[in-house]
């Protein structure tokens, strides 16, 4: 089964309004990792935070991770339209030596 | 920027058929990885490399090989495409801070 596991699948927010996904995971890790995908396209590295941090911001993004409770969460403040996309997030972990093992991603829809 | 390129954007085959999917990248970075995302089960790990003429195998690897003779260059083979191999096919590379750096993707169909 997969490490990382967003919740939820679908969001379907208005233009202006946040977005909040959240990615669970169940062993233990060495970073953690989002990512962008557009429709039909490769992926975009986001943001990493590790596993000895506990917040981290980029621009209109805020990520969490709670090691405790093996989650995280990414934040988008103010949405726009062109952040319509799938979020992935990844897990990095020695376990699975040092490869990257991604969730199924939340599809994330910006009305105008 | 990092550039990461693969040779087909779409491409149709047929069962049976033996397929190349090639991808390079520009960043003189080591490791090179081949995934498939199929909906619902998101990005699954194929193949990857850590060194020229170096493969290991990742989550899915049957049915697939790898090759990567030059730094710059991995490719994927499937030697005798089946039809539950269509699917969309990522290649990535990192360098030494983990991120991994994805090209376009071929999104192949078997029929």
């Known amino acids: 089964s997969q490490q990382g596991e967003e919740d939820p699948q679908a969001l379907s927010i208005q233009e202006g309004e946040n977005a909040t996904m959240n990615c669970s995971y169940k062993t233990s890790i060495n970073n953690l990792q989002w990512y962008r995908q557009n429709s039909g396209r490769g992926l975009v590295h986001l943001i990493l935070i590790r596993s000895n941090e506990r917040e981290k911001h980029s621009g209109r993004l805020r990520v969490t991770l709670d090691t405790s409770k093996k989650s995280s969460s990414l934040l988008i403040t103010a949405s726009r339209a062109a952040d319509t996309a799938s979020y992935f997030c990844?897990?990095?972990?020695?376990?699975?030596?040092?490869?990257?093992?991604f969730g199924g991603g939340t599809r994330v829809l910006v009305k105008p | 920027d990092v550039k990461v390129t693969q040779s087909s954007r779409y491409l149709v085959k047929r069962t049976g058929e033996k397929v190349f999917l090639e991808c390079v990248q520009d960043?003189?970075?080591?490791?090179m990885f081949w995934y498939r995302q199929d909906p619902g089960l998101g990005l699954r790990l194929i193949y990857f490399?850590?060194?020229?003429?170096?493969?290991e195998k990742g989550d899915i690897p049957e049915g697939y090989s790898v090759s990567r003779e030059k730094k710059e260059r991995f490719s994927l083979i499937l030697e005798s495409a089946s039809t539950n191999q269509t699917s969309m096919y990522l290649c990535a590379t990192s360098g030494p801070q983990d991120t991994q750096y994805f090209g376009p993707g071929t999104r192949l169909t078997v029929l």
């Open positions: 990844a897990t990095d972990a020695w376990a699975a030596g040092n490869k990257l093992t």
């Open positions: 490399s850590y060194d020229v003429k170096m493969k």
């Open positions: 960043m003189d970075h080591e490791n």
